[in-house]
């Protein structure tokens, strides 16, 4: 079943929700956003479903994070762009049953931070994982709220101000990610791991992630929506769009 622009496929116990944009890299377009919101909404009122994975389509990318061609201007255009792709981002949390992150290719900005907000990561050993928005003038918005709590301060603090990417053993290394896998072998052992989770007490299992999800979601999130938009106000977020969609290397002053 295709909604917007995810495929959504019930599995037994298990719904498997496929980003499908791969010629855009499965980047967070409307089609995107509205599919991953409807699909974890299904997942979630299904009975008869488990466990979801969400993964992507094609050999390059799970999500490369924002549609840099839609990309608002001005700082009344951020803040309504953050408002609505910062729920889609959080909403893995916000979902009571357990979500597995099945991430085959580059996770940038939005993508990784989607992929976080997932109960776990299993990474293709040609995963990568980044949030980049430095280049852009900016900052990640729902990574910075939740990537300390993963692989602490300063490492976060690195990756955020550097915007450099590292790839799936390091992801591992740092606990981003749960374990690497072989490509060619990923859905088939996310599936496996989920089936696993699926064959226990669900009862247990969700109350599980709703006690380690505690104090989630909160007045951070506001901050997020309200502080965002101000970095739209500098030179140095006009010259980092204009010199990603020109592709060449951005001039900071």
């Known amino acids: 079943m295709r909604i917007g622009s995810v495929e959504f496929e019930k599995r037994g116990r298990i719904a498997i929700v496929t980003l499908d944009e791969p010629a855009k890299l499965n ?27 969400l993964t ?10 924002a549609d840099i061609g839609t990309f608002p201007a001005t700082p009344e255009q951020a803040r309504s762009f953050i408002s609505d792709v910062l729920p889609v981002l959080e909403a893995p949390e916000r979902c009571r049953k357990p979500l597995i992150a099945a991430v085959n290719g580059i996770a940038f900005g939005g993508g990784f931070e989607l992929a976080i907000a997932c109960d776990f990561i299993l990474a293709s050993e040609r995963a990568r994982f980044g949030v980049p928005e430095i280049q852009l003038g900016l900052l990640p918005g729902f990574a910075l709220l939740r990537l300390h709590e993963i692989v602490g301060r300063p490492k976060a603090k690195e990756l ?4 450099e990417p590292i790839d799936a053993s390091e992801a591992v290394r740092l606990g981003i990610a749960l374990r690497m896998v072989a490509h060619d072998n990923l859905l088939e052992e996310a599936v496996a ?12 299992v ?6 380690f999800n505690r104090g989630l979601g909160g007045d951070d999130m506001r901050y997020a929506i309200d502080a965002f938009p101000f970095l739209f106000q500098t030179e140095d977020v006009k010259e980092g769009v204009a010199a990603f969609r ?8």
């Open 27 to 53: 980047a967070i377009s409307l089609g995107i956003r509205e599919g991953v919101t409807e699909s974890l909404r299904r997942l979630q009122a299904d009975d008869d479903i488990r466990v979801g994975i």
């Open 56 to 65: 992507g389509r094609g050999e390059k990318a799970f999500c490369a994070g």
């Open 160 to 163: 955020s101000m550097l915007g």
């Open 193 to 204: 791991f989920a089936e696993r989770i699926a064959s226990k007490p669900q009862m247990a």
């Open 206 to 211: 969700q109350m599980a992630k709703s006690f």
């Open 246 to 253: 020109s592709k060449r290397k951005p001039q900071f002053k």
